[in-house]
């Protein structure tokens, strides 16, 4: 056999468990099918989309960008720390990371109540479904991302960071997507 | 064949292929009636008969799992089996338990969910069936090696038996009724049996192409991850239009495209195992079979599946011939050739025998493949003009089923010759072969 136990081809050179990457592949397809998804919906109902849009907060979601690029920043930290040994520090890193994600967290939750108070639910229209789903989606991978977090931070070696930090960047790009899509291009 | 105890497997298998002959046979009898409506029409109705044929199909399928994981289980753990005993009192509890079932169906005694017609204590009794077999197999594992097919498979089968949990819960409310009724049909077809469906494949490349367990786990974990990740919010493409809240289309519509992932990686995985594998097992019949299952479960379950997938597409197929095409080649292609696999692969072991007949076997496979395909494009065809007929024209329903008579016939001819494909099969597995075509076989050069 020419294969070595450790091969898995190209996902090899990727930093972190390679199945971690086939997960960051899945759920990329999938945030990939319903931004095209919301894109249909907005060539098909314009006025219903920019309608929807306009409700919604961009000081509320600009400051969840900035939390969730900055927990991003503070995760790669962790990583940095912990290849160089410095196992406690990357926990410090970590919890910081997972501190801001519960940040995003409690502003979603505020938007969340806000839009419900103004009537909006997932059923009030396209636009509505599609923004609760996903949002809804993304933050339920927040809550996620967040415990995985904890378990690399307890089981603390500089794979299972690496892993741990795809997953989390995977959190952050989609939001960076998400936000521009949804909240600011109307 | 290492542990005398993998033994117990031939009662199963010899019980899946009887229940097999009689699932397509009654196919027969279904596709007569449709294209000849008064046949049998006092003796065996059409809903009784449709019940047979597809409560058929699931038993013998399921009995073949049990019989996959009494021959693999040992080996793969490396010891004999809890309790051979028990899995034999097990297999004729759970045989009786389908002749009562089929018997109370034909003096019209049965529930009436679809596919989950079976009487409470029918239901009960495989309850206790599937405890008995989890009990066996897990205490297997528990004392022998601990390997990712076993795992896989064992994570597969309890959740056979706890998916099942669910046909007992009948809300009077029609759409939670529907809801749940899903819980057991779509998460057992496209969820927890693709674990089992992986890890039979798993064991199958293991020992007939020689590549290495590692590079074999690695393949499995990442079809099962894909499987999971897909097939469980997959559920959604049949939460449309039945009175669930819009955003299953959504969901169903996104999750349940990405099922065809799973399907493919399987594909992949067969043909990568067997180009890289440097073993020229003698079973060719057996290789047949997995690497037929892997390219038919792609085309039936993910090609066919992700056809009517989509909500906006659904929205004009649901309910029509589409359907039916692809639930046959599915099935067909996914469970039924999975099943094969291992009986081609395991029955000469088990028999001891090393002259059988693998060219007739490898003919059951060509004519059963033929026949299934020809059905599903029969199958197919009817619902594009059903479709359109009825869901764009307006037509009414018994108008546009005079339209696709032609599509039926053509599907009744697929059926003979899928029974004649399952005859040969059965017989081959069944009957010894004679030496000079074993030698035939045998002789033939290497890839």
Not at chain 1, 25 to 54: C, D, I, K, N, S
Not at chain 1, 74 to 95: G, H, I, P, Y
Not at chain 2, 102 to 124: A, C, D, M, S, T
Request: glycine content about 10%.
């Amino acid at each position: 056999m020419s294969d070595a136990p450790a091969d898995w081809g190209v996902l090899s050179e990727l930093p972190g468990n390679p199945l971690m990457w086939v997960l960051i592949l899945g759920e990329l397809l999938v945030f990939g099918a319903l931004f095209v998804g919301f894109a249909v919906v907005r060539l098909l109902h314009p006025e219903m989309v920019l309608a929807g849009q306009t409700s919604l907060s961009i000081p509320l979601g600009g400051a969840n960008t900035l939390i969730l690029v900055t927990s991003g920043y503070l995760a790669a930290r962790a990583v940095l720390a912990r290849s160089t040994s410095k196992v406690a520090e990357s926990r410090w890193w970590l919890a910081g990371a997972a501190a801001l994600g519960a940040c995003f967290l409690v502003i979603k939750g505020v938007e969340y109540a806000d839009k419900a108070a103004q009537g909006f639910g997932i059923e009030t229209n396209g636009f509505w479904t599609l923004f609760y789903l996903m949002t809804g989606f993304h933050a339920a991978h927040v809550m996620m991302g967040i415990i995985v977090l904890g378990i690399v931070g307890w089981k603390n070696s500089v794979e299972n960071l690496e892993t741990g930090a795809a997953f989390w960047h995977m959190v952050d790009l989609i939001w960076l997507i998400l936000f521009p899509l949804v909240y600011l291009l109307r | 064949m290492k542990y005398e105890s993998q033994k117990v497997a031939l009662y199963y298998i010899a019980g899946a292929l009887a229940l097999f002959v009689a699932q397509v046979l009654f196919g027969l009898i279904i596709g007569t009636i449709v294209v000849i409506p008064n046949t049998l029409s006092e003796l065996l109705p059409f809903n009784i008969a449709r019940m047979i044929h597809t409560n058929a199909l699931i038993v013998w399928l399921l009995m073949g799992f049990f019989g996959a994981a009494y021959y693999l289980i040992p080996e793969e753990a490396e010891t004999e089996l809890y309790s051979p005993k028990l899995a034999i009192v097990q297999f004729w509890l759970f045989l009786i338990g389908a002749a009562a079932a089929v018997i109370g169906y034909l003096f019209h005694i049965h529930e009436g969910r679809e596919f989950l017609e079976q009487p409470l204590w029918i239901k009960l009794a495989i309850v206790v069936v599937a405890l008995m077999f989890l009990f066996n197999i897990s205490m297997t594992v528990l004392k022998g090696r601990k390997t990712a097919i076993t795992n896989v498979l064992l994570l597969g089968l309890w959740g056979i038996a706890i998916f099942f949990l669910f046909s007992l819960y009948n809300p009077s409310n029609l759409i939670l009724d529907k809801m749940f009724w899903w819980w057991v049909v779509h998460l057992w077809v496209e969820g927890v049996w693709e674990l089992v469906m992986a890890s039979i494949l798993a064991f199958l490349m293991i020992k007939l192409t020689g590549v290495d367990r590692e590079v074999v786990e690695k393949w499995l974990y990442v079809i099962i991850g894909l499987a999971l990740f897909s097939g469980i919010l997959g559920t959604g493409h049949h939460y449309y239009w039945i009175g669930t809240p819009g955003y299953w289309q959504w969901i169903g519509s996104v999750f349940s495209t990405l099922e065809v992932a799973p399907f493919f990686a399987m594909v992949v995985f067969t043909f990568m195992m067997v180009w890289k594998g440097g073993r020229n097992h003698p079973n060719k019949a057996a290789l047949l079979w997995s690497l037929g299952c892997s390219v038919f479960a792609f085309f039936g379950a993910g090609v066919w599946g992700f056809l009517h997938t989509l909500a906006p597409v659904n929205y004009i197929t649901h309910g029509t011939q589409v359907t039916a095409a692809h639930g046959h080649l599915a099935f067909y292609g996914a469970y039924v050739m999975v099943n094969l696999a291992m009986f081609t692969y395991a029955m000469p072991n088990l028999l001891k025998r090393e002259p059988y007949n693998q060219m007739l076997n490898m003919w059951g496979f060509w004519i059963t493949s033929s026949g299934v395909t020809f059905m599903t494009f029969a199958l197919t065809f009817a619902g594009v003009v059903q479709s359109h007929l009825q869901r764009v024209m307006g037509m009414g329903f018994m108008e546009v089923q005079e339209q696709l008579g032609l599509f039926y016939w053509m599907r009744l001819g697929a059926g003979v010759v899928t029974f004649v494909g399952v005859v040969l099969i059965v017989w081959s597995l069944a009957v010894p072969g004679s030496v000079k075509q074993a030698g035939r076989v045998a002789a033939q050069p290497a890839e």
